[in-house]
Structures are given as C-alpha cells and as structure tokens.
C-alpha cells in the first residue's frame, strides 16, 4: 500500500520564521511528488518535482526531492500571515495518486 | 477564466434521497478526478476518468458513481447517500493524467447527510 507521511502535523511560527515541512514516501513506481497549499477552500498547486536533487522556487517558497532516501521538503522563508495554511505532499505512482495529510501551519504577527 | 467549478457549494440531505454534485472545467483537460476530504484522512480518490466514456475506481468509490459523457463534464451522483458520506468534496482536473501535470481543484462542495 502506497504511504505518504508529513511532519509536523501542524506548527505555529511567528512571522519572519522559516518554516521546513517534510514529506516522505513508500511507494511502488514513482512517477512524480506534488505540493499543494490549501487555504480555506481548494488546494492551489505550488510545485511538481521529478528529479533528485533539483530546487524548485516561487518567492520564498523552495522544494527539493530526495529519491535516494524517499523525501521531500517544502521550505518556506521569511514567513507571513498569508503563509498560514495546509500544505498537501502528493506522490504519484504507478496509476495513482496518494495524498499525505498534510502539514498545518500558522504564522502569528 | 481557466477554472474547475463545482456545484453546489454546500448541500444538506437526508439519507436515501438521490442527489448529484456537477463539476465543470473549461480547460479542456483530459483528466478529471473526484475526492473527499476528511479530518485526519486527508484527500482520497473516488473516481477518475482518463477521458471521454473512460472512468475508473479510486480507493473510496463505494457508494458513488461517475459518468463522463463530454469532456468537460464529470458529476458525482450519489444514489442513495447516507451519513457516512458527509464530507467534504473536491473535483479536480489537469492536462494529462495525474502526476504528469498539475491538478487544478474546483471549490469544493461540503455534503451533510442526515
């Protein structure tokens, strides 16, 4: 059975704080590890990683995949209150696609 | 403007009384997916459809069925609902198949069955 694991579970921050959620996985063929962030409604796609070792960006926001040791990481620097969200780990294998449960995150003023 | 939408937003029910979640994408994506959201399940698939009459099961599609009769159109029926059905309900659509493209999640539709 496909696993996708997060952590921390939930986290608060002040704002300026950097932020490192993690995610891991135990999968059969996989293809592809997304990040979504999800506010009050839909989850909004943030990256989609393929390859070791490569860092996506977008602002302050990085992702680097590790699939030697089955990870990934979603950094977010310099923290805001509008970072206060779930962010979703997705990992795609074989035909499907299995969601962790997600790492909350607040940010305080 | 590119986007999924679902209808309706938030819909009460009784047990037994059949009802159907539309879901819409104007993209013209090949691949549309249903999922329930859970506290502490996380996203799980119902159904998916790689294309026009082609669907399939996810891992929680008991009680539900899909049809995609036209490629921008995937609703979730639900024949004869019951509480353990209420959820909360994203439709998802993307270029290609999962994974090979990104999903773009419509609103969600929040289900009570009473």
């Known amino acids: 059975e496909d696993k996708v694991v997060q952590s921390p579970l939930s986290l608060v921050v002040h704002e300026g704080d950097t932020v490192t959620l993690n995610c891991s996985y135990e999968?059969?063929?996989?293809?592809?590890l997304l990040w979504y962030k999800q506010e009050k409604k839909a989850p909004t796609f943030l990256f989609m990683l393929t390859s070791s070792g490569i860092e996506k960006k977008s602002g302050r926001l990085s992702s680097i995949l590790d699939k030697k040791e089955l990870f990934s990481i979603l950094n977010i620097t310099a923290t805001q209150t509008g970072d206060s969200a779930v962010y979703l780990c997705?990992?795609?294998?074989?035909?499907?696609?299995?969601f962790g449960k997600g790492n909350q995150v607040v940010v305080i003023p | 403007e590119a986007q999924v939408t679902q209808n309706p937003r938030y819909l009460i029910t009784v047990t037994g009384k059949k009802l159907t979640v539309t879901c819409s994408q104007n993209m013209n994506h090949e691949y549309m997916s249903w999922y329930r959201q859970d506290p502490g399940l996380g996203l799980r698939q119902i159904y998916y459809s790689m294309n026009v009459e082609v669907t399939d099961k996810g891992d929680v599609p008991e009680g539900y069925k899909v049809s995609r009769k036209e490629k921008r159109n995937f609703p979730l029926i639900l024949e004869s609902p019951s509480p353990n059905q209420t959820s909360l309900y994203f439709c998802?659509?993307?270029?290609?198949?999962?994974?090979?493209?990104?999903?773009?999640f419509g609103n969600g539709t929040r289900l009570t069955v009473t």
């Open positions: 997705a990992v795609v294998a074989d035909n499907r696609l299995a």
């Open positions: 999968v059969t063929n996989f293809r592809s």
């Open positions: 998802a659509s993307s270029l290609r198949r999962e994974g090979y493209s990104p999903l773009h």
